[in-house]
């Protein structure tokens, strides 16, 4: 791949590393948020920084000097002796206490130094001792909280991140490819199922000899540690601590093996029972007849399934969810793809929280072949953005000059508003109208009650002006769970009132999950999938909200933002008076963007 920009994101980590630490030690919040501000910018620029000297580093946004210093040490040497000083001062134990959900820096500074706290299951223990709830800002709610948290890190435990994986593997699919005498090489298992946390990758490759294949797995450069290695099969562990691994199989097997690889294991075992009972036996190997043994086919997946009377099922369907049955009876659904996507509907800039200008973002944006292109940044009640009235609408000047230069991409001026504990958001409806559309988001307040968080979210489904719930459970996989909300009662007010759910697509996120959009679609909902993308490289990051759209089952007409821009903007303007200049602008070529 060569394009992902890893020092980035290993100086992104660092600096916010540096943050939580200075947070722990009582360090003043003003740095502490400027590091974070760079530590974001720095892992959201699009070219590797490693390359970049003093001088060019000071030029991004929020990285000053004390920053680029640290950062040309970092590459330097190594490592940061400022950052080496700090995590010399705070025992590892507490170190690993920030990372568990809800608690944070603040709190486990507060656990350490009042309780002398320094591990995970110290707190439990101090929890369950009932010895939290008596410190400042800690209480019986803050508890079960940090118990939730506790669960939820373990449950994630060693499984990476989607997107982690999904480069890992496309580097090592790439170097493997190249080697004399492979014929075919591909990712199997969880991750050619965009399951949204992978255990280990899966790595298939067919050769006649797969000596010079293992050979140079073995040897590739993310090597850490060889666990196994073996004529059919060698299992590496990676520096990060992700096992991967590699399959070599006779051309002939490929189909069979591919089958068998990807999974699931319940999938699987539901297919071997279909052979079962045609006479035949299903293994890695190929399908056999069951009475002679022997080999019926093998070489392709589409000829292995077409052998047992069925159509090929696309693997994020492979779950064991009702696809066999559904394929039997000629009933699986044509489900979406990222070609079919048309546009981006969630996306930052500068402004507010994103890292690239609305210039670069827009530019990117066309590359990428879009149609049409929201720029959605935050609304004022994210105080940390400072946004107001007219910085938003200074905004909307600049995008509809854009619109001039773009002519084959629609512009829409959005916004993400936030939904506030009762439902309201930040901006009265008149001014809401002027926007070509919002999406609506929980940011704070997450532990509300379960009835509260219902009322709050369908209240903001009844707005006329909301027209997407951003990340509509706030789930942070590993780190934050989903709020606490009759997603069912959520689903019928998003199809009474015209209200798409979002599937956001940072891998981080991936909310709605794939089992709530089964459930959703019931209900007859449509879902729009986004990038949130922060930075100009994050628009790529559709691929996972497709994925995980696909292991929802969802086909082109359920996702608004594959419809032409006729019957998306029918959709858009969902309750919404109609003035007099949008029914003259839906005439004119400007289109959205100059509307308002
Ligand atoms: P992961 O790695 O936990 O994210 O999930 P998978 O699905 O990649 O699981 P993994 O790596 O253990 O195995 C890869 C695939 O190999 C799995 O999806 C199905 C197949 N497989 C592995 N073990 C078995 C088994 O005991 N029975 C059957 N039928 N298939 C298996
Ligand atoms: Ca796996
Ligand atoms: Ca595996
Ligand atoms: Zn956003």
């Given at each position: 791949?060569?394009?992902?920009?890893?020092?980035?994101?290993?100086?992104?980590?660092?600096?916010?590393?540096?943050?939580?630490?200075?947070?722990?030690?009582?360090?003043?919040?003003?740095?502490?948020?400027?590091?974070?501000?760079?530590?974001?910018?720095?892992?959201?620029?699009?070219?590797?920084?490693?390359?970049?000297?003093?001088?060019?580093?000071?030029?991004?946004?929020?990285?000053?000097?004390?920053?680029?210093?640290?950062?040309?040490?970092?590459?330097?040497?190594?490592?940061?002796?400022?950052?080496?000083?700090?995590?010399?001062?705070?025992?590892?134990?507490?170190?690993?206490?920030?990372?568990?959900?809800?608690?944070?820096?603040?709190?486990?500074?507060?656990?350490?130094?009042?309780?002398?706290?320094?591990?995970?299951?110290?707190?439990?223990?101090?929890?369950?001792?009932?010895?939290?709830?008596?410190?400042?800002?800690?209480?019986?709610?803050?508890?079960?909280?940090?118990?939730?948290?506790?669960?939820?890190?373990?449950?994630?435990?060693?499984?990476?991140?989607?997107?982690?994986?999904?480069?890992?593997?496309?580097?090592?699919?790439?170097?493997?490819?190249?080697?004399?005498?492979?014929?075919?090489?591909?990712?199997?298992?969880?991750?050619?199922?965009?399951?949204?946390?992978?255990?280990?990758?899966?790595?298939?490759?067919?050769?006649?000899?797969?000596?010079?294949?293992?050979?140079?797995?073995?040897?590739?450069?993310?090597?850490?540690?060889?666990?196994?290695?073996?004529?059919?099969?060698?299992?590496?562990?990676?520096?990060?601590?992700?096992?991967?691994?590699?399959?070599?199989?006779?051309?002939?097997?490929?189909?069979?093996?591919?089958?068998?690889?990807?999974?699931?294991?319940?999938?699987?075992?539901?297919?071997?029972?279909?052979?079962?009972?045609?006479?035949?036996?299903?293994?890695?190997?190929?399908?056999?007849?069951?009475?002679?043994?022997?080999?019926?086919?093998?070489?392709?997946?589409?000829?292995?399934?077409?052998?047992?009377?069925?159509?090929?099922?696309?693997?994020?369907?492979?779950?064991?969810?009702?696809e066999v049955e559904a394929a039997a009876r000629g009933g699986l659904p044509e489900l979406v793809t990222e070609r079919d996507i048309r546009g981006d509907l969630h996306t930052h800039t500068d402004l507010t929280d994103g890292v690239?200008?609305?210039?670069?973002?827009?530019?990117?944006?066309?590359?990428?072949?879009?149609?049409?292109?929201?720029?959605?940044?935050?609304?004022?009640?994210?105080?940390?953005?400072?946004?107001?009235?007219?910085?938003?609408?200074?905004?909307?000047?600049?995008?509809?000059?854009?619109?001039?230069?773009?002519?084959?991409?629609?512009?829409?001026?959005?916004?993400?508003?936030?939904?506030?504990?009762?439902?309201?958001?930040?901006?009265?409806?008149?001014?809401?109208?002027?926007?070509?559309?919002?999406?609506?988001?929980?940011?704070?307040?997450?532990?509300?009650?379960?009835?509260?968080?219902?009322?709050?979210?369908?209240?903001?489904?009844?707005?006329?002006?909301?027209?997407?719930?951003?990340?509509?459970?706030?789930?942070?996989?590993?780190?934050?769970?989903?709020?606490?909300?009759?997603?069912?009662?959520?689903?019928?007010?998003?199809?009474?009132?015209?209200?798409?759910?979002?599937?956001?697509?940072?891998?981080?996120?991936?909310?709605?999950?794939?089992?709530?959009?089964?459930?959703?679609?019931?209900?007859?909902?449509?879902?729009?999938?986004?990038?949130?993308?922060?930075?100009?490289?994050?628009?790529?990051?559709?691929?996972?909200?497709?994925?995980?759209?696909?292991?929802?089952?969802?086909?082109?007409?359920?996702?608004?933002?594959?419809?032409?821009?006729?019957?998306?903007?029918?959709?858009?303007?969902?309750?919404?008076?109609?003035?007099?200049?949008?029914?003259?602008?839906?005439?004119?070529?400007?289109?959205?963007?100059?509307?308002?």
């Amino acid at each position: 791949m060569g394009v992902m920009a890893r020092p980035n994101d290993e100086v992104e980590a660092l600096l916010q590393e540096y943050a939580d630490l200075l947070s722990i030690t009582g360090g003043d919040a003003f740095k502490v948020r400027a590091y974070e501000r760079a530590a974001r910018a720095i892992g959201g620029h699009h070219e590797d920084v490693s390359a970049l000297d003093a001088q060019a580093l000071r030029a991004l946004p929020g990285v000053g000097r004390s920053v680029a210093e640290k950062v040309a040490e970092f590459f330097r040497t190594g490592r940061v002796q400022a950052i080496e000083d700090v995590r010399a001062r705070i025992p590892a134990g507490v170190r690993q206490l920030t990372a568990v959900p809800t608690l944070g820096p603040k709190k486990a500074a507060v656990l350490y130094h009042d309780l002398g706290i320094s591990s995970v299951e110290e707190m439990v223990a101090a929890i369950h001792d009932e010895r939290l709830r008596d410190l400042k800002g800690f209480g019986p709610k803050t508890e079960e909280n940090i118990l939730h948290g506790v669960e939820l890190l373990q449950q994630a435990g060693d499984r990476a991140l989607l997107d982690v994986a999904w480069e890992l593997a496309a580097e090592i699919v790439d170097e493997l490819s190249a080697v004399t005498g492979c014929l075919r090489c591909t990712h199997a298992g969880s991750l050619r199922r965009f399951r949204e946390t992978i255990g280990d990758i899966d790595i298939l490759a067919a050769a006649e000899d797969s000596g010079p294949l293992m050979e140079r797995f073995s040897r590739l450069s993310i090597v850490d540690e060889v666990v196994a290695a073996g004529e059919k099969k060698t299992s590496v562990r990676t520096s990060k601590g992700l096992q991967v691994d590699l399959r070599v199989v006779p051309p002939q097997a490929w189909g069979a093996a591919l089958q068998y690889f990807t999974g699931s294991k319940a999938h699987n075992i539901r297919v071997r029972e279909m052979a079962v009972h045609a006479g035949l036996k299903l293994s890695e190997y190929g399908l056999f007849d069951a009475d002679t043994g022997e080999l019926v086919v093998s070489e392709t997946e589409e000829k292995v399934y077409q052998r047992l009377g069925l159509p090929w099922i696309a693997p994020p369907l492979r779950e064991d969810r009702g696809e066999v049955e559904a394929a039997a009876r000629g009933g699986l659904p044509e489900l979406v793809t990222e070609r079919d996507i048309r546009g981006d509907l969630h996306t930052h800039t500068d402004l507010t929280d994103g890292v690239s200008s609305l210039e670069d973002m827009v530019r990117a944006a066309a590359g990428r072949g879009h149609a049409y292109y929201a720029i959605t940044d935050h609304a004022p009640d994210m105080a940390m953005q400072r946004m107001s009235e007219e910085k938003i609408l200074a905004q909307r000047a600049r995008v509809r000059e854009l619109a001039d230069e773009y002519p084959r991409l629609r512009l829409l001026h959005g916004t993400e508003l936030n939904i506030a504990p009762d439902g309201e958001v930040d901006w009265p409806a008149e001014f809401l109208a002027g926007f070509d559309l919002c999406v609506a988001s929980v940011h704070s307040h997450f532990t509300q009650s379960g009835p509260e968080m219902t009322r709050r979210l369908v209240r903001a489904c009844e707005n006329p002006c909301v027209n997407i719930i951003g990340h509509p459970t706030t789930r942070l996989i590993g780190r934050r769970p989903a709020v606490d909300a009759d997603l069912g009662e959520v689903f019928r007010a998003c199809a009474r009132t015209g209200t798409a759910l979002e599937i956001n697509s940072a891998p981080d996120r991936l909310d709605l999950r794939d089992e709530d959009i089964l459930h959703a679609k019931r209900y007859g909902v449509r879902f729009a999938i986004n990038s949130d993308a922060h930075a100009t490289q994050q628009l790529g990051l559709l691929r996972y909200g497709v994925g995980t759209a696909q292991r929802g089952w969802l086909t082109r007409d359920d996702v608004i933002n594959t419809w032409p821009w006729a019957k998306l903007r029918a959709f858009l303007r969902k309750g919404r008076e109609r003035d007099s200049a949008s029914k003259h602008s839906k005439h004119s070529k400007r289109g959205a963007a100059g509307r308002g």
